[in-house]
């Protein structure tokens, strides 16, 4: 997070004011959000794409120097197809879900709790943060059940193997780390009452640590601007929606595909207390910044109905 102090003096005069004067715009902003948790799903492009990497980083590092709490869960779907691809398994996928048999289990615990896990810890202590890795296995933090799919034809469910969901979250080991000012990683992987792992979806995982931790802020970065008007042109993004509205959305097809679970995140997280959700798109530099700190935000924020 250091910055070259020399650099910095030979900067024009108009521009060293503007960089002022983001910082005071910042200023109610911290202010309001210091000592609050923010819940942040870290996936997509931002994830693979070496110069986001560290924008994100930065980012989260700045959030717990300003006195914000940052939870990350991550993703890394891609990076299971890869590795599994140089096992010689073949990636199959029901509608959308990774099927998840006994091998693509492993694989996916390997990448997720270990090398992923790890590289994000490591990240966050190379640009001056405190963070700890944990899978949801540690300290019993997600308790999972078998996710049962519903087929297309809704008559009948779909077997994919290993693939969970969220029964209960006990966030007892995320408070010891707050308490240590450690930033916490999660990888998304849980297990049931019989001691049988699961693979979750890292968005529903992410919402659900919201809802435990009673987060002011359930943040998904994901590879598109947010929520669009029309899908073939991003100018018509939609920066705020209210619950009673996404529905209709979803029937008209302006929200659809991999948006939906997101939504659907959003939607049970806000419905459980937590005051605001952003569905952010982390091929933007800095997009956690720009969203947290400044008046005109980026992507778009799903919020309760007005009163």
Same mark, same amino acid.
């Given at each position: 997070m250091a910055s070259d102090n020399a650099d910095i003096r030979n900067l024009p005069l108009a521009e060293l004011i503007e960089r002022a004067n983001i910082l005071v715009e910042a200023i109610p902003y911290i202010k309001e959000f210091r000592g609050c948790r923010v819940v942040i799903k870290y996936g997509g492009h931002a994830m693979i794409d070496p110069g986001l990497k560290k924008n994100?980083?930065?980012?989260?590092?700045?959030?717990?120097?300003?006195g914000i709490k940052p939870v990350v869960v991550h993703g890394g779907g891609p990076e299971i197809s890869d590795l599994m691809k140089k096992m010689r398994l073949e990636p199959k996928f029901v509608e959308g879900q990774r099927v998840t048999d006994a091998?693509?289990?492993?694989?996916?615990?390997?990448?997720?709790?270990?090398?992923?896990? +790890?590289? *994000?810890?490591?990240?966050?202590?190379? /640009?001056?943060?405190?963070?700890? =890795? $944990?899978?949801?296995?540690?300290?019993?933090?997600?308790?999972?059940?078998?996710?049962?799919?519903p087929s297309s034809t809704g008559d009948a469910t779909a077997d994919i193997g290993f693939v969970g969901e969220v029964e209960q979250i006990s966030p007892e080991i995320i408070s010891v780390l707050d308490e240590k000012q450690f930033i916490p990683v999660v990888s998304p992987i849980g297990v049931d009452s019989s001691g049988q792992t699961y693979n979750i979806n890292a968005d529903s995982v992410a919402a659900e640590l919201a809802i435990a931790l009673q987060a002011r802020k359930l943040i998904l970065l994901t590879d598109v601007k947010g929520i669009l008007r029309n899908l073939n042109d991003e100018s018509s993004l939609l920066p705020s929606i209210q619950i009673d509205e996404l529905?209709?959305?979803?029937?008209?097809?302006?929200?659809?595909? +991999?948006? *939906?679970?997101?939504?659907?995140?959003? /939607?049970?997280?806000?419905?459980? =207390? $937590?005051?605001?959700?952003?569905?952010?798109?982390?091929?933007?530099?800095?997009?956690?910044?720009?969203?947290?700190?400044?008046?005109?935000?980026?992507?778009?924020?799903?919020?309760?109905?007005?009163?």
């Open positions: 994100v980083i930065q980012d989260i590092v700045m959030m717990q120097y300003v091998e693509t289990l492993d694989v996916a615990e390997m990448v997720l709790a270990g090398k992923l896990n +790890g590289e *994000i810890v490591n990240q966050i202590h190379q /640009l001056g943060g405190r963070a700890v =890795g $944990v899978s949801g296995k540690d300290a019993g933090l997600i308790t999972a059940r078998k996710y049962t799919m529905e209709g959305l979803i029937e008209k097809r302006v929200i659809g595909g +991999g948006m *939906i679970p997101k939504v659907r995140a959003c /939607l049970r997280a806000l419905n459980a =207390g $937590v005051r605001k959700t952003h569905i952010l798109d982390g091929r933007i530099p800095h997009a956690l910044l720009l969203e947290l700190f400044t008046d005109k935000g980026i992507g778009t924020q799903i919020v309760k109905n007005a009163t």
